[in-house]
């Protein structure tokens, strides 16, 4: 998982984790975000009169990883090295890929995802902007005021027929940030930006599983439901023949009510297949973004379960580690906490203001007031340090520094139990995997078995030297053993979609486009000034050479320091 320090990963974040130490890159990779321009020379002082960072820097938690998967010995299983760009197309399925490519562009879910990574964005944008003078406020006033002729009692004698007065100033304060709390607030929201984009392609890879099954199970139904109407026309001859035999006196009554008996059940098979397949077909409308409409040009095509391959690459876990975007997600979630540290742990440190003011004020009785106001002699200013120290509350601040702690220490426990789970996943998903492929073959052999059976019953039936029951009986059997084959296909097909799930595949495929689509973004646009946080539509801008960007797109942001 760990690359040479600095060293973009193949997702466009930081690959670095678990580094306590690194040159970090100050503000130009960040700029496009502050102010689209090179660092302004105020700024690069603040960053220079910085001192230290109080606070731990972030140390990743070990990763409990095992060596090899449990069925790496197996001769379908593959060890090589995989990225599963775009795994859905080892079906060879048109449709599928069609519908992918739909619902990547199209899925809410998806899009507000995306959202949230704009959102994360304009956030670190926003603790960027404490290294500039915290107050910048200009100030103008002016009035006017006629005294009372009457009311002598606040300063009897004294009258003016009228009273202005204008005011016009700038004031500024500016904390120094000795103690790096607005650095570790950086620090925070850049791991927290990089976190949103890892929760963006964490859902992006469920939508391409949810996809795939989905439309896996659609087709699996489909072909449920024609092996049940193939058994309604071969039960259907079965009842003619028993009907025909009744009324020649070769057979009783009996055999046609039993005749009748299994074909309503099988034919009650049906309806109830078909609102399944309904469920499936919402499902999927609701996964491509789309109102409740016909789905059927869509679906259109061979109605057959997609064929998995053979062999499947799992590469090793430790590949796991480095892909999967909710591992990726719970590290930087653990690193933005880890900074919040050190921006409570500063509060225990006296904090350092250069604060100034600068303007020019001017009131009386004359008439030209505004050539008052621009005279030189009307100016003000002042200026000068100032500090603040909570020595009071230290037991207070202690506290919420242990909050903090205990808060980045659940998440690095969280972090731990995520990479388990998602070896569980795995393990679980080649496992369904491999065991479907076998019961797919035993249930061939049974279909086979039932098919003859089914014909040596009818033709023994027909010549009298078998009762109706062994008809029965076998029609039952073929109609099971073929609805439990396309059962078994249906699913070692999706437990193979769900295996590319857990290893993390699939959210490669967003490159270097935006979080949302063109319609969301002209949205934003036309209602917001989102600058170059969220650029217009067009073709996706190349990265600056030497500057790192998470997303390799749009605003570049500086390297998380861990």
Same mark, same amino acid.
């Given at each position: 998982?760990?690359? %040479? ?32 321009? @090179? ?190 109407? /193939? ?91 480095? %892909? %999967? ?36 004020? @001017? ?150 486009? /935006? ?48």
């Amino acid at each position: 998982m760990l690359q %040479r320090r600095g060293q973009r990963s193949r997702d466009g974040g930081w690959a670095s984790f678990g580094s306590t130490k690194q040159a970090r890159p100050l503000a130009r990779p960040i700029r496009d975000i502050v102010t689209g321009s @090179a660092i302004p020379p105020l700024l690069a002082l603040a960053l220079t009169l910085g001192g230290c960072e109080v606070g731990p820097d972030f140390k990743s938690a070990d990763a409990p990883v095992s060596d090899k998967w449990l069925e790496a010995n197996n001769p379908s299983v593959k060890t090589d090295r995989q990225e599963y760009e775009q795994w859905w197309t080892v079906y060879n399925d048109p449709t599928l890929n069609q519908l992918i490519d739909k619902a990547y562009r199209q899925n809410l879910s998806l899009q507000a995802a995306g959202a949230r990574v704009l959102e994360a964005r304009a956030i670190l944008g926003i603790s960027i902007g404490q290294f500039y003078p915290q107050v910048q406020q200009v100030n103008v006033s002016a009035a006017y005021a006629q005294a009372s002729k009457t009311d002598t009692s606040s300063n009897p004698g004294s009258f003016l027929d009228n009273y202005w007065k204008a005011t016009m100033g700038l004031q500024v304060a500016w904390e120094i940030d000795l103690w790096g709390k607005f650095r570790r607030s950086t620090e925070s929201a850049s791991a927290s930006y990089l976190a949103s984009i890892a929760t963006y392609d964490d859902a992006l890879v469920t939508l391409l599983s949810d996809v795939a099954t989905t439309y896996i199970g659609i087709r699996t139904l489909q072909t449920q439901i024609e092996i049940a109407k /193939e058994n309604v026309v071969k039960q259907q001859r079965a009842l003619i023949i028993a009907r025909d035999r009744y009324r020649g006196g070769v057979a009783t009554e009996l055999d046609v009510y039993q005749a009748e008996n299994v074909l309503g059940q099988t034919q009650s098979t049906i309806p109830q297949l078909t609102a399944q397949l309904q469920k499936g077909e919402d499902a999927l409308r609701v996964l491509l973004g789309m109102p409740p409409q016909s789905v059927d040009a869509l679906i259109a095509g061979p109605q057959t379960i997609p064929v998995p391959p053979q062999d499947v690459a799992v590469g090793i876990p430790a590949d796991l580690v480095r %892909r %999967r975007p909710d591992i990726r997600s719970a590290e930087l979630k653990a690193a933005a906490q880890s900074a919040k540290i050190g921006m409570t742990k500063a509060q225990l440190f006296p904090a350092f203001t250069l604060s100034g003011v600068f303007g020019t004020t @001017a009131g009386g009785s004359t008439e030209n007031p505004l050539d008052q106001v621009f005279s030189s002699r009307s100016i003000f200013f002042a200026f000068g340090p100032s500090f603040s120290w909570p020595v009071l509350n230290y037991g207070q601040i202690t506290n919420k520094v242990r909050v903090q702690d205990a808060r980045l220490q659940a998440l690095l426990l969280e972090y731990q139990d995520t990479v388990l789970k998602a070896q569980k996943e795995v393990e679980d998903g080649l496992s369904g995997f491999l065991q479907g492929r076998q019961q797919v073959e035993l249930l061939k052999g049974s279909v086979s078995a039932a098919t003859k059976a089914m014909n040596i019953a009818m033709d023994q039936y027909t010549l009298g030297t078998r009762d109706f029951t062994t008809v029965l009986t076998a029609a039952q059997n073929l109609y099971q053993a073929q609805s439990n084959l396309a059962s078994a296909s249906g699913n070692v097909s999706a437990s193979l979609a769900t295996l590319y799930r857990s290893l993390g595949g699939g959210w490669q495929i967003r490159g270097n486009s /935006e979080f949302v689509n063109d319609k969301v973004r002209a949205e934003m646009r036309n209602r917001t000034d989102w600058g170059s946080v969220l650029p217009p539509a067009g073709p996706p801008p190349q990265p600056e050479p030497g500057l790192p960007g998470p997303d390799n797109v749009g605003p570049n942001v500086q390297a998380p320091k861990w």
